[in-house]
């Protein structure tokens, strides 16, 4: 429990810091162009977490502040997205891995015209929730069933690039492609990978 709330208490520390270079940029840098979006997506495992978890789908709520004078953005993100079992798993049970993240990062616009290409970084936590019940063999080679049920809070990132197209002066389609790479155990760092799909629409504020 500890440890969860250092994590949480940390995220809140670097969203306020990154909070706080927004206000810096619009104050040096002049107009900036705020942006709240919706985003739906698709997940596709990737190596060994692959094996048990084959897919996932979900959301993202997004809040975004691109300067214009240097086509840098600071995002702020969360959402939810849920993962599909693998049907050779082993699971027993009826099975749930759900994901919400907090997230912070970055954009740079090649260009802020009606189209417009970008890259972008994400970084944050994950509050992950887990349940099913898994039959593996013991040090014996014994079959025995384990029993997974809890929530856990855990590092994340994500890089990726992506192509915004202006429909109206307020509203933009977004199409993204991001690797992910989310860390359980140390022992196997960033074991939850895979490619995400995701289509956004974006509504600039006035």
Not at 28 to 41: A, P
Not at 49 to 58: C, E, L, R
Request: contains cysteine; charged residues 15%; hydrophobic residues 40%.
């Amino acid at each position: 429990m500890k440890s969860i709330t250092c994590l949480i208490i940390g995220f809140l520390f670097v969203s306020s810091l990154f909070a706080q270079v927004t206000t810096d940029m619009v104050n040096e840098n002049g107009e900036n162009l705020k942006f709240v979006s919706v985003q739906g997506f698709t997940v596709e495992s990737l190596v060994h977490f692959k094996d048990s978890w084959i897919d996932a789908t979900g959301f993202y709520a997004t809040y975004g502040s691109i300067s214009t004078s240097n086509q840098w953005s600071l995002i702020f993100q969360t959402g939810y997205f849920s993962f599909n079992a693998n049907p050779d798993a082993g699971f027993t049970t009826d099975e749930k891995f759900e994901i919400i993240p907090l997230q912070v990062g970055t954009r740079y616009y090649m260009t802020l015209d009606r189209f417009r290409p970008f890259l972008l970084a994400m970084s944050g936590l994950n509050i992950i929730s887990a349940k099913y019940t898994e039959v593996v063999p013991d040090e014996e080679g014994i079959e025995q069933e384990v029993e997974i049920d809890g929530t856990e809070v855990k590092a994340n990132f994500q890089v990726g690039l992506g192509l915004g197209l202006l429909l109206f002066s307020n509203l933009e389609i977004e199409g993204q492609f991001k690797y992910n790479s989310h860390l359980i155990e140390p022992s196997l760092p960033y074991n939850i990978t895979g490619l995400e799909y995701g289509v956004a629409l974006n509504w600039y504020l006035k």
